[in-house]
């Protein structure tokens, strides 16, 4: 990885202090995102994939801590800057947009309140133009008579208008990086994919670089340039929307795709599961985090930790038995 | 608005008709005579004359209902009648010793709130710090010593040790306003003790409770500081329920200045209603408490308007 990206995170590990001293619910993570580019991280619940996030804000609940790695914006480290240094970070270069829209604003002050604060920490505007570009954020995400949310309280807006005006917020300071922690989970079918569809919109418009954190690989097939799929903390596998789908290498990666089930699936079908439980956080095994689900595991597996190796260019996977599995692949191919 | 504010007020009409009527009657069924106690205040035994012509004038000679029910006439003119021992009508006694309750209730409030809500945010920002710990621990003093107590261990500091402040008494406003306040800085600091005890308490848990919310994440995200963060968006959400609670808290406030009133011998409406009582003084019972259910009823209506401004969901 070079030196150009607009943002480079590598290998960060986060930390909670637990039973048995500090444990890692983020391990090792490495990436990068460039301008107009939608980086999708997926994994089930507890895979480590919002405290990612949160990491790169400095935004980590109190407990919790980044024990290692650096996360540089357009070359600028990031972590151990101070929280005076943060706040002109938070909102103007990187923004964040979360789960739950009817919760993640405050519900006693109105719509244009909030926008006009967010404009105005940042910028010296004053507060007739901070009001026109709130007006002209809200239309810009497709919010239909925005004179009338402007005035309105959260509580008054549905779901799907609240996290319109979220992204707004998000949105209203030009940042470059925008991180969606599931941005679409609390809300219904169509909603979700007019939010999508919003979201894909405003990064064609102003090639503004999205994190798109989610546990949905319908939504990763349709939007992503590239993934990364996490599980327990750990990165599993990298590479693109191409690599991952048509040629997942780790064997997660390979179990999660055959969970989906299609629509030309034959009549009682089987959907497939992963066998097993994710182990316990705070009591990992040894090696390969996975080694305890995995079907191709063997006993290395559970000792040795495997790194993250470029397979092919752009292409990262975390596993042993990779090239073996990549033969297996090749193989079914056949 | 108008159609909340009309309902609400026919409401506190009702209710104050009620409380008047309960204590009308539970008068009536207290032992204790009135007559019979003015009468016979110097220990001589009553010429029975004498109590037929005094019950008669004060009307007592009447069947109960038809008492409840010139005291209701009495009610709706504008007259509360005489008191039987300040011989001077109700509405002039009561307005000469309201005042000085309000004013002793409103200073107790004023550094209540002052001290105990900006206590509240400093122990829920520097949550489980000594600060907290100090502040929380104080504070459970405050909620548990009782009025009595603390208000003569301040005049043993401040009048009897360091012979700072007067121990008691009241002096008119008008004729020498910096007595008149000396004389109002202990007893009001007595009351604002345990008030603001538990007004730092509510702060504090509302506080927490705030600052635990979804939306405090998302704020920052947006790069807001700390200090706006929370001085503006915690403490607007915090102000909701502890408003609510001190309007609730204001019966007990001035359940507080009756205790108060006795200790520092505060002329106020609580001792005039607790001489009222031991008298048997009809007519001034039933003016005082007609007048402090008033006050009571009014005041939780303007902490529901209050609230309304305040939390835009409630409107």
Same mark, same amino acid.
């Given at each position: 990885?070079?030196?150009?990206?607009?943002?480079?995170?590598?290998?960060?590990?986060?930390?909670?202090?637990?039973?048995?001293?500090?444990?890692?619910?983020?391990?090792?993570?490495?990436?990068?995102?460039?301008?107009?580019?939608?980086?999708?991280?997926?994994?089930?619940?507890?895979?480590?994939?919002?405290?990612?996030?949160?990491?790169?804000?400095?935004?980590?609940?109190?407990?919790?801590?980044?024990?290692?790695?650096?996360?540089?914006?357009?070359?600028?480290?990031?972590?151990?800057?101070?929280?005076?240094?943060?706040?002109?970070?938070?909102?103007?270069?990187?923004?964040?947009?979360?789960?739950?829209?009817?919760?993640?604003?405050?519900?006693?002050?109105?719509?244009?309140?909030?926008?006009?604060?967010?404009?105005?920490?940042?910028?010296?505007?004053?507060?007739?133009?901070?009001?026109?570009?709130?007006?002209?954020?809200?239309?810009?995400?497709?919010?239909?008579?925005?004179?009338?949310?402007?005035?309105?309280?959260?509580?008054?807006?549905?779901?799907?208008?609240?996290?319109?005006?979220?992204?707004?917020?998000?949105?209203?300071?030009?940042?470059?990086?925008?991180?969606?922690?599931?941005?679409?989970?609390?809300?219904?079918?169509?909603?979700?994919?007019?939010?999508?569809?919003?979201?894909?919109?405003?990064?064609?418009?102003?090639?503004?670089?999205?994190?798109?954190?989610?546990?949905?690989?319908?939504?990763?097939?349709?939007?992503?340039?590239?993934?990364?799929?996490?599980?327990?903390?750990?990165?599993?596998?990298?590479?693109?929307?191409?690599?991952?789908?048509?040629?997942?290498?780790?064997?997660?990666?390979?179990?999660?795709?055959?969970?989906?089930?299609?629509?030309?699936?034959?009549?009682?079908?089987?959907?497939?599961?992963?066998?097993?439980?994710?182990?316990?956080?705070?009591?990992?095994?040894?090696?390969?985090?996975?080694?305890?689900?995995?079907?191709?595991?063997?006993?290395?597996?559970?000792?040795?930790?495997?790194?993250?190796?470029?397979?092919?260019?752009?292409?990262?996977?975390?596993?042993?038995?990779?090239?073996?599995?990549?033969?297996?692949?090749?193989?079914?191919?056949? | 608005?108008?159609?909340?504010?009309?309902?609400?007020?026919?409401?506190?009409?009702?209710?104050?008709?009620?409380?008047?009527?309960? #204590?009308?009657?539970?008068?009536?069924?207290?032992?204790?005579?009135?007559?019979?106690?003015?009468?016979?205040?110097?220990?001589?035994? #009553?010429?029975?004359?004498?109590?037929?012509?005094?019950?008669?004038?004060?009307?007592?000679?009447?069947?109960?209902?038809?008492?409840?029910?010139?005291?209701?006439?009495?009610?709706?003119?504008?007259?509360?009648?005489?008191?039987?021992?300040?011989?001077?009508?109700?509405?002039?006694?009561?307005?000469?010793?309201?005042?000085?309750?309000?004013?002793?209730?409103?200073?107790?409030?004023?550094?209540?709130?002052?001290?105990?809500?900006?206590?509240?945010?400093?122990?829920?920002?520097?949550?489980?710090?000594?600060?907290?710990?100090?502040?929380?621990?104080?504070?459970?003093?405050?909620?548990?010593?009782?009025?009595?107590?603390?208000?003569?261990?301040?005049?043993?500091?401040?009048?009897?040790?360091?012979?700072?402040?007067?121990?008691?008494?009241?002096?008119?406003?008008?004729?020498?306003?910096?007595?008149?306040?000396?004389?109002?800085?202990?007893?009001?600091?007595?009351?604002?003790?345990?008030?603001?005890?538990?007004?730092?308490?509510?702060?504090?848990?509302?506080?927490?409770?705030?600052?635990?919310?979804?939306?405090?994440?998302?704020?920052?995200?947006?790069?807001?500081?700390?200090?706006?963060?929370?001085?503006?968006?915690?403490?607007?959400?915090?102000?909701?329920?502890?408003?609510?609670?001190?309007?609730?808290?204001?019966?007990?406030?001035?359940?507080?200045?009756?205790?108060?009133?006795?200790?520092?011998?505060?002329?106020?409406?609580?001792?005039?209603?607790?001489?009222?009582?031991?008298?048997?003084?009809?007519?001034?019972?039933?003016?005082?408490?007609?007048?402090?259910?008033?006050?009571?009823?009014?005041?939780?209506?303007?902490?529901?308007?209050?609230?309304?401004?305040?939390?835009?969901?409630?409107?």
């Amino acid at each position: 990885m070079s030196g150009k990206h607009l943002l480079e995170v590598k290998d960060i590990r986060v930390v909670f202090p637990g039973k048995k001293g500090e444990f890692a619910a983020v391990d090792g993570v490495t990436f990068h995102l460039d301008q107009g580019e939608i980086l999708c991280i997926v994994g089930e619940s507890g895979s480590g994939k919002t405290m990612t996030g949160l990491s790169v804000l400095g935004l980590l609940p109190e407990q919790a801590r980044v024990a290692a790695g650096t996360v540089r914006y357009q070359g600028r480290e990031l972590l151990g800057l101070s929280e005076q240094e943060m706040y002109g970070i938070r909102g103007k270069e990187i923004s964040m947009i979360f789960q739950d829209p009817m919760v993640s604003l405050d519900q006693v002050f109105t719509v244009g309140s909030q926008l006009v604060e967010a404009i105005r920490v940042h910028t010296k505007m004053d507060k007739r133009s901070a009001v026109e570009l709130s007006l002209e954020m809200l239309d810009k995400v497709r919010i239909p008579n925005p004179e009338r949310v402007f005035g309105s309280y959260p509580f008054e807006l549905s779901g799907g208008m609240c996290q319109r005006v979220m992204i707004a917020i998000a949105l209203c300071c030009h940042p470059k990086v925008l991180i969606a922690d599931e941005p679409t989970t609390a809300l219904d079918a169509t909603v979700q994919a007019q939010i999508l569809e919003l979201l894909v919109e405003l990064r064609d418009a102003t090639h503004i670089g999205i994190i798109l954190i989610t546990h949905d690989l319908d939504i990763v097939k349709g939007m992503a340039d590239r993934i990364i799929v996490m599980y327990a903390g750990k990165m599993m596998e990298m590479g693109t929307r191409q690599d991952v789908f048509s040629n997942p290498l780790h064997p997660y990666t390979q179990g999660l795709l055959k969970c989906v089930p299609t629509l030309d699936m034959p009549e009682g079908f089987r959907l497939y599961n992963i066998e097993g439980i994710v182990p316990d956080i705070q009591d990992m095994p040894e090696g390969c985090r996975f080694c305890t689900r995995c079907p191709r595991a063997e006993e290395e597996c559970c000792i040795v930790q495997p790194e993250l190796r470029e397979i092919a260019p752009g292409h990262f996977v975390s596993c042993l038995k990779v090239d073996e599995v990549s033969e297996v692949k090749a193989g079914w191919a056949q | 608005m108008a159609r909340f504010f009309a309902k609400r007020t026919l409401t506190a009409i009702i209710q104050v008709l009620i409380v008047t009527t309960i #204590v009308f009657f539970a008068l009536k069924m207290m032992p204790g005579d009135p007559v019979l106690l003015m009468l016979s205040r110097d220990g001589s035994s #009553v010429d029975p004359a004498a109590y037929e012509a005094l019950a008669k004038q004060l009307g007592l000679d009447k069947p109960i209902l038809r008492q409840y029910r010139n005291w209701l006439t009495g009610l709706f003119t504008g007259d509360l009648g005489m008191s039987y021992t300040e011989r001077r009508p109700v509405m002039d006694a009561i307005g000469d010793r309201l005042p000085r309750t309000l004013e002793l209730a409103g200073a107790s409030l004023l550094i209540a709130v002052v001290i105990g809500i900006p206590l509240g945010i400093a122990a829920a920002v520097k949550r489980g710090s000594w600060v907290d710990l100090l502040l929380t621990g104080i504070s459970s003093l405050g909620q548990s010593v009782p009025v009595y107590v603390f208000g003569y261990i301040l005049v043993l500091i401040f009048a009897l040790n360091m012979r700072l402040l007067p121990s008691s008494g009241y002096v008119p406003i008008h004729r020498n306003p910096v007595e008149h306040f000396r004389r109002l800085i202990l007893p009001a600091c007595t009351i604002a003790f345990g008030f603001s005890a538990s007004m730092l308490r509510m702060t504090r848990s509302s506080m927490l409770e705030a600052l635990s919310s979804e939306f405090v994440r998302p704020l920052y995200a947006r790069g807001l500081s700390k200090a706006r963060v929370h001085m503006k968006h915690m403490v607007r959400n915090m102000l909701i329920p502890v408003v609510t609670i001190i309007g609730l808290q204001l019966g007990a406030l001035i359940a507080g200045t009756v205790l108060c009133e006795a200790v520092f011998n505060w002329p106020g409406i609580a001792t005039l209603l607790v001489k009222a009582i031991s008298n048997r003084d009809y007519p001034l019972i039933q003016g005082c408490m007609l007048i402090l259910s008033i006050i009571f009823i009014v005041t939780n209506m303007v902490v529901d308007l209050l609230y309304g401004l305040l939390d835009p969901r409630a409107r």
